[in-house]
Structures are given as C-alpha cells and as structure tokens.
Nanobody, 115 residues
Framework: QVQLVESGGGLVQPGGSLRLSCAAS????????MGWYRQAPGKERELVAR???????NYADSAKGRFIISRDNFKNTVYLQMSSLKPEDTAVYFC?????????WGPGTQVTVSS
C-alpha cells in the first residue's frame, strides 16, 4: 500500500522560507508525476506545483517565482522549496501524484505564515 508522509512545515514570518519534504513508499514514485497540493481553511485543495518523472515542472500562478519543486528518484522523495512566503500561503500542504494517484492522502504538514 502506498504511503505518503509530508514534513517540514512550521510557523514562519512573511518573507521567510521553508522546505517541505514528502517521502513516498510503494510504486507510485517511479511512474508518476508528483505534485504538492495545499488546502487552506474553508477552501478546496489546490495543486501548487507539479514535477514529471523526468523533471519538468509546472506551477500555479500563486507559486511562480517563489516555489521550487524537485524530486529525488533514488530516495522516493519530493521537495517544495518555498520562499518569499505570504500570509495567504498558510495552509496544510500535501503531496500526491499529479494527477492524484493515491486515494489515501497523507497527514499533510501545516504551514503558517504570520508575524
């Protein structure tokens, strides 16, 4: 069974940076594009960044120029480097295939941007 475990969230001031990690077990990683999603209170989950198996990246407009997604295919891990963080980036961040490939989402990691 595929498991996704996100980490690296926390409380950061506006303008700060965080690096999120997601470890994926099972066979999802080697054959799927991976994505970082986020869900803010009262809002739907949205795709923030996507990376193909070969490393091609795509970003939501809100993330362009500030977030960088990367993956380590040997470690089955995907990363999200976030900089110039804004209060509106506050959300629980999740990883999954992109499109979604795992029905059971991981616990996510909370990112709070506040002074």
């Amino acid at each position: 069974q595929v498991q996704l475990v996100e980490s690296g969230g926390g409380l950061v001031q506006p303008g700060g940076s965080l690096r999120l990690s997601c470890a994926a077990s099972g066979s999802i990683f080697s054959v799927n594009a991976m994505g970082w999603y986020r869900q803010a209170p009262g809002k739907e989950r949205e795709l923030v960044a996507r990376i193909s198996v070969g490393g091609t990246t795509n970003y939501a407009d809100s993330a362009k120029g500030r977030f960088i997604i990367s993956r380590d295919n040997f470690k089955n891990t995907v990363y999200l480097q976030m900089s110039s963080l804004k209060p509106e980036d506050t959300a629980v961040y999740f990883c999954n295939g992109a499109p979604v490939a795992v029905g059971s989402w991981g616990p996510g990691t909370q990112v709070t941007v506040s002074s």
